[in-house]
Every structure is written in C-alpha cells, then in structure tokens.
T-cell receptor, first 114, second 114 residues
Framework: ETAVFQTPNYHVTQVGNEVSFNCKQT?????MYWYKQDSKKLLKIMFS???????VNETVPRRFSPQSSDKAHLNLRIKSVEPEDSAVYLC?????????????FGPGTRLTVL | GDSVTQTEGPVTLSEGTSLTVNCSYE??????LFWYVQYPGEGPQLLFK?????EKGSNRGFEATYNKEATSFHLQKASVQESDSAVYYC?????????????FGSGTRLLVSP
C-alpha cells in the first residue's frame, strides 16, 4: 500500500515532557511536510523538507525540531511540551517541492498536553 | 504576506440543496489554487487544483473557477449529499521568502442533514 503513515495516532503527556512523532511515506516523493491543525481546524505549515534538506521553516518555537533520516521519513520532536502544543500534527508528502503538486496527508497524530 | 479567506462555518444544508463556499485570496504571485477536503478522522485530501487563471476545476460534482480579476475561487455543488459532510479548505501555492509552500484558508465545515 502506498500512502503516508503516522505514529502514534494519539499521545497524552504532561507539560515539560519530550515527545516524538513519526512519519513515513511510501509514495516515492522527495518532499515532506509537517503541519499543525488546531482545535478550530486551522492548518499551518511548520516545516518542509526536500530530499532530506530543510526548505521551509516557519516561525515555530525552538522546542520543535524536525528530523529526516532519508527522503521517506520525517519525524517531529517536541522538547518540553507546552499546553498550547495540544493539536493534531499532520504529515504530508508531494512529488514537487515547488508547492504546485498535490499533497498527500497522513491521518495525523493528536497530541494532548495536560 | 499571502492569504486565503473563505466562508466561515459551519454551513448547514439539507440533502439536495446547492452549496457555495466562498474563497478569496491575496498574493503578488501567480499561484496554483486548490480545494482540499477533510473527512472526520482523516487527513485532508485533494479535491482538485487549477494552475491557470480563467480555468475551472471539478471533481465529484464540485467545481470552482480560478478568477484572477476578482481573486476568487469559490467552490460550488448543485446538489449536496450527506456524505459531503466534511471540512473544506481553499489553498494557494506560494513562493515566499521562506521557500515554496501552500497557504491554507481557515477551513469551512459543511454539515449535510438527510
């Protein structure tokens, strides 16, 4: 099956803890993204990578760091989570880093910070 | 910076009625325009995209025309079904100072009752 896979589906943690989310795509794409979707369904890009190189880094707190081991994987680490980090984190990939191609999204990881 | 503004939801309709979700955009570039749809528990998926001004995109009975003069890309469907209940995002591709990325509108939740 070719798609975008994310783990875990859900994660509940306490303020100050570190969390990591995994994303893998089997579509053969070179470009991958992380988005944050808040409770009002606002969708904001956080990072994008093309062939393991960071190409977009929006203004996000420094406690967020993407990690890419190869072009099929893009993980997200949050060091010392805050309550405002509660959201759904969506991973996506596309065949074109220029933003013109369709983006394929995973199902998301829902983070709840207590 | 670039922005997308769309109809604030929720939009509540009965099956068989017509739908219009307004989308207006601001950009200094010549963007590709997209409509994405997100069903509950899933990531967004492309409904259709239109790369050129004055062209129309369509899929599953939905359609929108890229109106460069009015900077609009309104989504329409003549007769909605209960299965169309979802969140709809208008989006544009952008080549900003941080590199290429897609800018999403705030999303419009559509609720269709039988």
């Amino acid at each position: 099956e070719t798609a975008v896979f994310q783990t875990p589906n859900y994660h509940v943690t306490q303020v100050g803890n570190e969390v990591s989310f995994n994303c893998k795509q089997t579509l053969g794409h070179d470009t991958m993204y992380w988005y944050k979707q808040d409770s009002k369904k606002l969708l904001k890009i956080m990072f994008s990578y093309n062939n393991k190189q960071l190409i977009v880094n929006e203004t996000v707190p420094r406690r967020f760091s993407p990690q890419s081991s190869d072009k099929a994987h893009l993980n997200l680490r949050i060091k010392s989570v805050e309550p405002e980090d509660s959201a759904v984190y969506l991973c996506a990939s596309s065949s074109d880093w220029g933003g013109y191609a369709e983006q394929f999204f995973g199902p998301g990881t829902r983070l709840t910070v207590l | 910076g670039d922005s997308v503004t769309q109809t604030e939801g929720p939009v509540t309709l009965s099956e068989g009625t017509s739908l219009t979700v307004n989308c207006s955009y601001e950009t200094k570039q010549y963007p590709t325009l997209f409509w994405y749809v997100q069903y509950p528990g899933e990531g967004p998926q492309l409904l259709f995209k239109v790369p050129k001004a004055n062209e129309k995109g369509s899929n599953r009975g939905f359609e929108a025309t890229y109106n460069k003069e009015a900077t609009s890309f309104h989504l329409q469907k003549a007769s909605v079904q209960e299965s169309d209940s979802a969140v709809y995002y208008c989006a544009l591709s952008d080549n900003g100072t941080g590199g290429y990325k897609v800018v999403f509108g705030s999303g419009t939740r559509l609720l269709v009752s039988p």
